[in-house]
Each structure stands twice: as structure tokens, then as C-alpha cells.
């Protein structure tokens, strides 16, 4: 292991954090579109390019979570990435995310009480919910560790 290789894996690492937070505050924000725009009950064709569009978004999104952005780094800094402190804030998140998932399907049911909710929007808030929250937590908890250290 080389020193250049642990200061490139320290730039990737706070570089990663901020990445992670930025698509979650978009992957969040850009929700708001699809809850606004529920108004017809049929599908037309621009609806079903954002529904594909967020999908795919979606699995990106899990695929960065999972492998921390390490499918984009140099071989020999992926182990330097993947300590034992990034792994514990992986599994935090995913606890995290879990939770997210469970408050939304839970919010989901009590509001199916009063207002009908399509199965198609309970998915997208559960996993869009749960996404975020993960991808939240990690970055934040990326971040305060590559501070404490610096």
C-alpha cells in the first residue's frame, strides 16, 4: 500500500460523502414532483419515462450505497475504502433506511383511511423513503468520521 494510495482513498472518501448527500437531498426533493402530479388516473407516456427514470435512478442509487462508489475506484484503493468503519456506517444506514420504510408504509396505511392510495404510490414513497434516509445516513455519518480524523 502506498501513501499516494491512502490520500487518494481520503479524497474519494470525503468526495463520496458529499456525492452521497447532494443525490439524496435531490433523490428527496424530486419526490415532491411525482406527489404534485397525481392528478390523472390514467398513465400517459411522460409519466411512465419519469416512473422508468426514477427507477432506474432508484437502483444507482442502492448500487452507490452497496458498493460506496467502489466500482468507480482504483483497484488498489477499494480496500483502503472499505474498512470496518465504513462497513458499520453501511449497516447503520441500512437500519436507517429499514425504519424509513416501515414509518412510510405505516404513515401510508393511515392515510388509505381517509384518502385512497394506489399500490404504485406506496411503493414509490416506501422505497423513495427508505433510499433517502440510507443514503442520508451514511453521508452524514461518512462525513463526521473523515472530519474527526482530519
Known amino acids: 500500500?502506498?501513501?499516494?494510495d491512502v490520500e487518494k482513498a481520503e479524497r474519494f472518501g470525503r468526495r463520496r460523502a458529499r456525492i452521497m448527500a447532494v443525490q439524496a437531498i435531490f433523490f428527496i426533493s424530486w419526490q415532491?414532483?411525482?406527489?404534485?402530479n397525481?392528478?390523472?388516473?390514467?398513465?400517459?407516456?411522460v409519466d411512465q419515462f419519469r416512473v422508468s427514470a426514477w427507477m432506474v435512478w432508484s437502483i444507482a442509487l442502492l448500487v452507490l450505497l452497496?458498493?460506496?462508489g467502489g466500482l468507480?475506484?482504483?483497484?488498489k484503493v477499494r480496500p483502503i475504502l472499505e474498512d470496518e468503519l465504513t462497513r458499520?456506517?453501511?449497516?447503520?444506514?441500512?437500519?436507517?433506511?429499514f425504519w424509513a420504510a416501515v414509518i412510510s408504509a405505516i404513515g401510508l396505511y393511515a392515510l388509505d383511511m381517509v384518502e385512497s392510495v394506489t399500490a404504485?404510490?406506496?411503493i414509490h414513497v416506501i422505497v423513495s423513503a427508505a433510499i433517502g434516509a440510507a443514503l442520508l445516513t451514511f453521508s452524514v455519518l461518512d462525513r463526521r468520521s473523515r472530519t474527526m480524523t482530519d
Open 88 to 97: 458499520s456506517h453501511r449497516r447503520q444506514a441500512y437500519v436507517h433506511g
Open 32 to 36: 415532491a414532483l411525482f406527489i404534485t
Open 120 to 122: 404504485r404510490e406506496a
Open 38 to 45: 397525481q392528478t390523472e388516473d390514467r398513465v400517459r407516456a
Open 72 to 75: 468507480i475506484t482504483a483497484r
Open 66 to 68: 452497496a458498493t460506496g
Open 1 to 4: 500500500m502506498d501513501a499516494s
